[in-house]
């Protein structure tokens, strides 16, 4: 810290004396500065103590001297220095006065202690606080460095709450909180996440200093991570107190090491989607032998497991109302992929994460683990009425471990089945949809497509044509005919007319569509034409 006026007096070789304020000497000195101004305030900065010979200085008006010292105590001015023996034999009695009833600190210089000495003893201290200071922050950085590489992130942040004496907290990109110490800060520092979601709408680096939000004395600093334009983390600091020099060393050194734990290098991650995407290539084609060896230890654990693959697309404009456009499809698709990569790492998951040459997310993740329940819930909506957003989304089944038996085949089932569910997201205007959910459900609701209504309503047009004109009830006979199997005589019970009525009917069918009613295929198209025409339009 720097000296104070204490120390000052202290220093044998200046031989101050102190004549007023005796209990405020404990005031830290910024600096030493000589004014002779009967009115020095538009001069300084606060923190400084000065010196004086009161040559200007009407130093015997009582009333004055009571300005001045008012004036120089609310600038911050921490003491006044006044040269005895030099203009004065000692201090005027008005000065005096008027510092003892301000409380504030009057020291006598002596004429052998020359102004000049003052101002070196108190740049000097301040240059040996300094120097404390960054050699306290280069211990720091050591002591954070190495926690940094034997516990990684957490052990930073437990190494820093210690040495700022308070609380530090790390949180994620997506501002969760990730690490904490010490353990009762955990509450505390989720306080803070709407503060970090403001942070991290900013640029990279950005700073705040918000206020207890719990009611305390806390002040907390956030500082963000990253070494690109996207933040990549937040880091909090909590202490009762501004942070020292060395203390803002130590927390720099720490904003370091944790950007360059949180950021890894663009052509480390480069390499690595080259690599995720070469083995996703190799599973694809069936060679799941050659991408467990090329997967090695960063994918390896996943391709040992269950898994599921999931590939999401910007929704396109016949997609429903919310393919608003390929920019804010794009935008969304970025945020998937950092979902889930956070997702990922929060659990110790491994993820593999690829885009193809179409532009789609895929995604290769452990079946039931935290990466694919972060994208349901990307897929999820209020309700069916709800807006499904930009972003289309599919999911295979469970796919075996590769290698387990599969013969290669897993991956490309895995798929194929992903495709399909992405098909009818994209057909029904759904954010994501599930294979499972497509097989194990009826093929009814599929019927409510645009495409398979059209081709329904133009089928039957001539059978609604002719009911119209009032002339027969062809749609229902033929309905309850097909219900029946062709059975003349149930179906015209259904219908409360004689079998031979029914006949008649059929026949007209017939003509009217150009079409045998004996070809099964035909019998097949009409009746799923019929139910085309019950299903609502799908979205």
């Given at each position: 810290?720097?000296?104070?006026?204490?120390?000052?007096?202290?220093?044998?070789?200046?031989?101050?004396?102190?004549?007023?304020?005796?209990?405020?000497?404990?005031?830290?000195?910024?600096?030493?500065?000589?004014?002779?101004l009967a009115d020095p305030v538009p001069y300084l900065e606060g923190g400084e103590l000065l010196l004086v010979t009161a040559i200007t200085l009407d130093v015997h008006d009582p009333e004055a001297m009571r300005r001045y010292v008012r004036r120089l105590a609310d600038a911050g001015v921490v003491?006044?220095?006044?040269?005895?023996?030099?203009?004065?034999?000692?201090?005027?009695?008005?000065?005096?006065?008027?510092?003892?009833?301000?409380?504030?600190?009057?020291?006598?210089?002596?004429?052998?202690?020359?102004?000049?000495?003052?101002?070196?003893?108190?740049?000097?201290?301040?240059?040996?606080?300094?120097?404390?200071?960054?050699?306290?922050?280069?211990?720091?950085?050591?002591?954070?460095?190495?926690?940094?590489?034997?516990?990684?992130?957490?052990?930073?942040?437990?190494?820093?709450?210690?040495?700022?004496?308070?609380?530090?907290?790390?949180?994620?990109?997506?501002?969760?909180?990730?690490?904490?110490?010490?353990?009762?800060?955990?509450?505390?520092?989720?306080?803070?996440?709407?503060?970090?979601?403001?942070?991290?709408?900013?640029?990279?680096?950005?700073?705040?200093?918000?206020?207890?939000?719990?009611?305390?004395?806390?002040?907390?600093?956030?500082?963000?991570?990253?070494?690109?334009?996207?933040?990549?983390?937040?880091?909090?600091?909590?202490?009762?107190?501004?942070?020292?020099?060395?203390?803002?060393?130590?927390?720099?050194?720490?904003?370091?090491?944790?950007?360059?734990?949180?950021?890894?290098?663009?052509?480390?991650?480069?390499?690595?989607?080259?690599?995720?995407?070469?083995?996703?290539?190799?599973?694809?084609?069936?060679?799941?032998?050659?991408?467990?060896?090329?997967?090695?230890?960063?994918?390896?654990?996943?391709?040992?497991?269950?898994?599921?693959?999931?590939?999401?697309?910007?929704?396109?404009?016949?997609?429903?109302?919310?393919?608003?456009?390929?920019?804010?499809?794009?935008?969304?698709?970025?945020?998937?992929?950092?979902?889930?990569?956070?997702?990922?790492?929060?659990?110790?998951?491994?993820?593999?994460?690829?885009?193809?040459?179409?532009?789609?997310?895929?995604?290769?993740?452990?079946?039931?683990?935290?990466?694919?329940?972060?994208?349901?819930?990307?897929?999820?909506?209020?309700?069916?009425?709800?807006?499904?957003?930009?972003?289309?989304?599919?999911?295979?089944?469970?796919?075996?471990?590769?290698?387990?038996?599969?013969?290669?085949?897993?991956?490309?089932?895995?798929?194929?089945?992903?495709?399909?569910?992405?098909?009818?997201?994209r057909r029904r205007g759904r954010a994501l949809v599930e294979y499972g959910d497509v097989v194990a459900g009826s093929v009814l609701p599929l019927l409510g497509d645009e495409a398979v209504r059209a081709f329904s309503d133009g089928l039957l047009r001539p059978l609604y044509?002719?009911?119209?004109?009032?002339?027969?009830?062809?749609?229902?006979?033929?309905?309850?005919?097909?219900?029946?199997?062709?059975?003349?005589?149930?179906?015209?019970?259904?219908?409360?007319?004689?079998?031979?009525?029914?006949?008649?009917?059929?026949?007209?069918?017939?003509?009217?569509?150009?079409?045998?009613?004996?070809?099964?295929?035909?019998?097949?198209?009409?009746?799923?034409?019929?139910?085309?025409?019950?299903?609502?339009?799908?979205?």
């Amino acid at each position: 810290m720097p000296p104070t006026l204490a120390a000052l007096v202290q220093h044998s070789a200046l031989k101050l004396s102190v004549r007023a304020g005796e209990g405020r000497l404990g005031r830290e000195v910024r600096w030493a500065h000589v004014s002779e101004l009967a009115d020095p305030v538009p001069y300084l900065e606060g923190g400084e103590l000065l010196l004086v010979t009161a040559i200007t200085l009407d130093v015997h008006d009582p009333e004055a001297m009571r300005r001045y010292v008012r004036r120089l105590a609310d600038a911050g001015v921490v003491g006044l220095g006044f040269a005895v023996g030099v203009h004065h034999d000692d201090v005027p009695g008005a000065l005096l006065d008027a510092a003892r009833e301000a409380d504030f600190p009057l020291l006598a210089v002596p004429r052998r202690t020359p102004f000049l000495a003052i101002s070196k003893a108190v740049s000097a201290a301040i240059a040996a606080d300094q120097y404390r200071a960054v050699t306290a922050g280069f211990a720091a950085q050591r002591e954070l460095t190495r926690a940094a590489l034997a516990d990684g992130p957490a052990g930073v942040v437990t190494r820093l709450a210690g040495y700022v004496d308070g609380w530090a907290a790390l949180y994620d990109a997506s501002g969760a909180v990730v690490a904490v110490s010490p353990d009762w800060a955990a509450r505390r520092a989720a306080r803070y996440t709407a503060d970090v979601e403001r942070l991290r709408e900013g640029s990279v680096p950005a700073s705040a200093v918000v206020a207890d939000t719990g009611g305390g004395d806390d002040r907390v600093e956030l500082q963000s991570l990253g070494a690109g334009r996207r933040v990549r983390g937040t880091l909090a600091v909590g202490t009762g107190a501004p942070l020292g020099t060395a203390e803002r060393y130590a927390v720099h050194s720490a904003v370091a090491l944790l950007t360059l734990a949180t950021e890894r290098s663009r052509s480390l991650q480069g390499a690595e989607q080259r690599i995720g995407a070469a083995v996703l290539r190799m599973l694809l084609a069936g060679e799941a032998g050659h991408a467990r060896t090329v997967a090695g230890e960063i994918y390896g654990e996943l391709l040992d497991a269950p898994f599921r693959l999931l590939i999401a697309a910007p929704a396109e404009p016949a997609d429903g109302p919310s393919a608003s456009g390929s920019g804010s499809g794009e935008d969304a698709l970025r945020s998937l992929a950092e979902t889930l990569e956070t997702a990922a790492a929060r659990a110790a998951e491994p993820v593999l994460a690829v885009r193809d040459e179409d532009g789609r997310l895929l995604v290769l993740a452990a079946d039931e683990g935290a990466v694919l329940a972060a994208g349901r819930a990307a897929g999820a909506v209020a309700g069916p009425d709800a807006d499904p957003g930009p972003l289309r989304i599919g999911v295979s089944a469970a796919g075996p471990a590769v290698g387990a038996g599969t013969g290669g085949s897993a991956a490309p089932t895995a798929y194929h089945q992903a495709e399909q569910a992405l098909s009818v997201a994209r057909r029904r205007g759904r954010a994501l949809v599930e294979y499972g959910d497509v097989v194990a459900g009826s093929v009814l609701p599929l019927l409510g497509d645009e495409a398979v209504r059209a081709f329904s309503d133009g089928l039957l047009r001539p059978l609604y044509a002719h009911d119209a004109t009032g002339r027969g009830d062809l749609v229902a006979s033929l309905r309850a005919w097909l219900s029946r199997h062709g059975q003349w005589d149930a179906a015209a019970a259904d219908l409360g007319v004689h079998r031979h009525t029914l006949r008649y009917r059929m026949r007209r069918v017939e003509e009217i569509l150009g079409r045998s009613l004996d070809d099964p295929d035909v019998r097949m198209e009409l009746w799923l034409a019929l139910k085309a025409t019950e299903q609502p339009a799908a979205r």
